[in-house]
């Protein structure tokens, strides 16, 4: 770890990418597929589009486009890469999709695996990859969100098919001895309401010869409770961000933005109110590309870096939520 004093080791945000896939499908198309319209779909969730992964599309190939874009923004040589870690519920290879990338990519440097945890796989990733940093084994590490749930929606279910998509969004992270940039972190898990929101394998039987069964595999379409999710959300979002900001003594005055799991808008609403978040600063593309789980954080961060919102320094207030249940909260600095 030549030039880094471990005593003081801290980690610094270098880079940002995303990927949307082209197909569009807006609520309008929805309401030929199930008895819903646009405007019920807008008022209850705050979405009007979202996209759809085509036939040659997978989560390791927008998680690789997602992680270049990142890459080339940090303005890294790619072998200097020693971490890459997937956030991914819909992996193409159950084995892990994160190697596949890393061999995209070229980075035949780095260690390479996937990490799940739903909707808050992209936070949880990136507080593992800085932990890994920050403990002076490595130096630099790319974390991808990337997530293809359209392949398992029940496209006829019309409580769940309005508000997923598909997309990858990713950061690049480097140890530094200067400021350390991550101010603070906080995860939660509560596999006890894991019912509300899962996507449960099939467990179809079969004999492999007389009297001796397997469940072949397989899995279903997404299983979701909404009402108690929404639940959920609005109470245990606040309260891990105002915990966090007790830890680390700032407060929603001393923050930039609010980056949101992109959920509901409904429930980036009430959380905002919630901390005292005035809408300005409270971050959201939910209107064009709807839950894209792992994806939705990333996403949002390389968009609002892009077009300028987010600026070197600003103080970003992050949370993911969902599957599990599971929820995290994180304050950095961007830069």
């Known amino acids: 770890m030549e030039g880094i004093n471990l005593n003081q080791i801290g980690v610094s945000f270098k880079g940002s990418g995303s990927y949307v896939p082209n197909q569009i499908l807006t609520n309008q198309e929805i309401s030929k597929k199930v008895e819903t319209s646009d405007e019920w779909i807008k008022s209850r969730t705050g979405i009007s589009q979202r996209r759809i992964s085509g036939l040659s599309e997978n989560v390791s190939e927008m998680g690789y486009k997602a992680a270049l874009g990142a890459i080339e923004m940090a303005r890294w040589d790619i072998e200097t890469i020693d971490l890459i870690i997937l956030a991914t519920s819909t992996p193409n290879d159950l084995f892990g999709s994160a190697p596949e990338i890393q061999s995209k990519l070229g980075a035949i440097n780095a260690v390479a695996f996937d990490l799940t945890a739903a909707c808050s796989g992209f936070l949880f990733a990136t507080i593992t990859a800085t932990q890994f940093l920050k403990a002076g084994s490595y130096k630099r590490a790319v974390v991808i969100g990337s997530d293809q749930l359209s392949s398992y929606i029940d496209w006829n279910d019309r409580r769940s098919c309005i508000l997923f998509g598909d997309g990858a969004g990713a950061i690049a992270i480097e140890v530094t001895n200067e400021l350390d940039n991550l101010i603070g972190f906080s995860m939660r898990t509560d596999g006890q309401r894991g019912s509300f929101l899962n996507l449960p394998s099939q467990n179809n039987q079969d004999l492999i010869i007389d009297d001796i069964n397997f469940s072949s595999g397989g899995f279903s379409s997404i ?16 309260l891990i961000i105002e915990n966090l900001f007790k830890k680390t003594n700032f407060n929603s005055e001393n923050i930039n933005w609010l980056l949101l799991h992109q959920a509901n808008q409904r429930i980036l609403d009430s959380v905002g109110d919630r ?17 894209t789980s792992a994806a939705t954080i990333p996403l949002m961060l390389d968009e609002a870096i892009r077009n300028k919102k987010i600026k070197e320094n600003d103080i970003i207030a992050t949370s993911g939520f969902g599957a599990g249940l599971s929820w995290g909260a994180a304050l950095i600095r961007w830069g």
């Open 223 to 238: 299983k979701m409770n909404g009402q108690e999710v929404y639940k959920f959300a609005v109470r245990e979002v606040p």
């Open 275 to 291: 901390l005292n978040v005035s809408s300005e600063k409270i971050l959201s593309n939910l209107s064009n590309y709807g839950n």
